[in-house]
């Protein structure tokens, strides 16, 4: 027998004598799940969500989203009081198609939907959606420059769709990570990578949205040769950290860290391009903006490998130790 408080109860919908079951995600915590949550007879791991009247719908998708990267197969979603209406239908059988991989609506009646995992993608790796991850924003570094620069609206809105693609990745790679349980070391390298990756992608989002804004005014040429520069400066040293990541390469990932002081010099560079009056024209404050965004960009693949220090240092000491002890 399970006891529980009532609140608890009340808020999952759980009735006195209901069958439950007790997982233990980890050594010191446990995890209670309703009936709906046992494995059903075809090995489907279900959770049922309930959905109150003063929930948001951001608040469910963050629900879903959660229990699809934590492994469920079916998510059986409920309306508390009364039925579903048009809005929360919608919103969520379009975020499922856009960012839950292999998952479709299969259930869709007036007090509930249910969403099922129907493509199996345990033979993939999460780290083959990771390098697929580091593929794609290196791509959209580039993409949400050069449409900054031409003022592509189109390529700048391709950069956006690129970013939903990341978003899926990101999802699908947790949901396989989270086989390897939360304190396998791996796996906790690999998230904090994921997180990463993940926002510079949005930084690339960002500038596209920058383009997709301005006006059609015309740019600085000395400004738009420096954003280009800062530009290619950020996806090469993306690109080099990225290789130092899957190569597992102390020394490289060093060296990536230490360029990044060089990206200062880019942005004096740009500040002296602007001229000298006090009035700043809608253009420079784009510049401007893009400028703060590829900054942070080179902040984050800074933050990705120190990372990359931090899991192989001891591998790259002990190294050095063994060529210290063959020349002695």
């Known amino acids: 027998m399970v006891t529980i408080p009532r609140k608890w109860a009340t808020e999952a919908g759980l009735r006195q004598g209901q069958m439950v079951s007790i997982e233990r995600p980890s050594r010191t915590s446990f995890l209670i799940n309703l009936d709906s949550s046992l494995r059903l007879g075809k090995g489907k791991r ?87 991850m580091l593929s794609i924003t290196s791509s959209m570094i580039k993409d949400s420059v050069l449409s900054f620069e031409s003022m592509d609206k189109e390529l700048a809105k391709h950069v956006v769709l690129k970013g939903d693609e990341v978003e899926r990745l990101k999802l699908l790679a947790k949901r396989q990570l989270n086989t390897l349980g939360t304190h396998d070391m791996k796996a906790i390298e690999l998230a904090q990578f994921i997180k990463i990756i993940e926002k510079i992608g949005d930084q690339a989002c960002r500038i596209a ?63 002296c391009s602007f001229k000298k009056d006090l009035a700043i024209s809608s253009c420079e404050v784009s510049v401007v903006s893009v400028a703060l965004l590829l900054h942070e960009i080179v902040c984050l693949a800074k933050d990705l490998a120190e990372i990359v220090l931090e899991f192989t240092v001891e591998r790259w000491v002990s190294t050095q130790s063994i060529n210290v002890l063959q020349q002695s």
């Open 209 to 271: 949205n920058e383009t997709i804004v301005a006006s059609q005014e015309s740019f600085d040429q000395a400004n738009t040769i420096t954003i280009k520069k800062m530009g290619d400066f950020a996806q090469n040293l993306v690109d080099e950290v990225s290789l130092s990541l899957l190569k597992e390469d102390y020394k490289s990932a060093e060296e990536s860290i230490r360029k990044t002081q060089e990206f200062l010099e880019l942005e004096k560079e740009l500040i």
């Open 46 to 132: 279900t959770a049922r969500v309930w959905l109150r009247e003063h929930d948001s719908t951001e608040s469910l998708l963050i629900k879903i989203a959660s229990l699809y990267t934590l492994g469920y197969d079916v998510i059986d979603i409920r309306w508390k009081n009364g039925g579903f209406d048009y809005s929360h239908r919608k919103t969520i059988n379009r975020f499922t198609r856009k960012y839950l991989a292999g998952a479709e609506l299969v259930n869709d009646t007036e007090d509930k939907l249910i969403l099922q995992v129907l493509f199996d993608y345990s033979e993939q790796t999460a780290e083959h959606f990771l390098k697929r």
